[in-house]
């Protein structure tokens, strides 16, 4: 049976940010899990289904190539879990050591949860030269930093934070339904577990604030557009001890004025003149290492591709290498000298071909008009 579509899977668009993806997952682990669905077969595959399709989307790298490629770009790398034990051996790290773990946080010493931190979007444009070639840039971007004023507690210099009182400091609230015990972050201290009563002035009782940072990052050769470089741990400050998020240089490559990039080849369209394509010629062809040269055999038509093997764009995952692909077009001139038009019409009257006659002067024109509106009167 062929697979359902990942996103389809998950019940999430194509768009999908990393967190809906997570929370998407969590929720189908929730509904299909095993010991919720004792003997139930379909329960079990769709269980199955909904981890494979986590596994790669939740993958910057093997997204990219399921994006662009289908189940056949990440064919060999997507895991055929045989068992729900295996789902929680693949994923123990993402939720806590349990399926159930990271869906409503880890606790630190201080019994409160620790919450990662967000990611943060950079978007980075190249050009192509650079996208082809690679290249190491320099990222500017905000990201949070502990308040120095009150070292991230969010009070005010000689006042706590006070435990909150709907959930007793524990951050969530936990309700049991049949053999589910469905933990929720506290709506009164989102989580936090302690209540602010006296905010510090500086960060208004956020216990961050906003800092520019520039980073040095590296863009491998043959990145193209849509892709994403991660930098792990580069994003927001994690809470309560909380990993940080990470950052994702999102990746446009400019327009060129010369080629157009499909996939790892390259498009150069050139004009060639008629006597060229007629005739045959070796001609100098443009490429992102200097001028090569091409045979253009005799006649040659208007539109013919020729490729000069890998003079293209190298693939950053598999290692190929794409091709220069030349689209030779002919080119009319507008202007031509009284002998190349000589030639032409020598040409033409040796093919039989119909032309317009040859144009007069304005001088010409008028001698003509006045000498034959004479011998009309």
Partial sequence: MAKRDYYEVLGVPKDASERDIAKAYRRLAVKYHPDSNPGDE?????????????????????????????????????????????????FGDFFGGSIFGDLFGDQGANGRKRRRGNDIRVDVSLTLEEAARGVTKEIKFS?????ETCHGSGSRPGSQPQ?????????RIVQS?????????CPVCRGAGMRITDPCTDCRGQGFRKKDVTLSVDFPAGIDEGMRVRLSGEGEPGLDGGPNGDLYCFISVKRHRIFTRDGNHLIVELPITYTQAVLGACIEVPSLD??????????????????LHGLGIRDPQAGRTGDLVVQVVIETPKKISPEQERLLRELAELEKTEVHPERKNFLERIRDYFTVSSDNE
């Fill in 42 to 90: 379909n329960a079990s595959r769709y269980f199955k289904e909904a981890a494979e399709a986590y596994e790669i989307l939740s993958d910057p790298e093997k997204r990219a190539r399921y994006d662009r490629f289908g189940h056949a770009g990440v064919e060999g790398h997507s895991s055929q879990f045989s068992s729900a034990e295996d789902i929680f051996a693949a």
């Fill in 177 to 185: 339904a049949g053999i589910l015990s469905v933990q929720t972050t």
């Fill in 163 to 171: 435990r909150c009182s709907q959930c007793n400091g524990r951050g």
């Fill in 143 to 147: 990201r949070s930093v502990h308040c």
């Fill in 290 to 307: 200097g001028p090569k040269s091409l045979d253009i055999p005799r006649g040659t038509q208007s539109g013919e591709v020729f490729r």
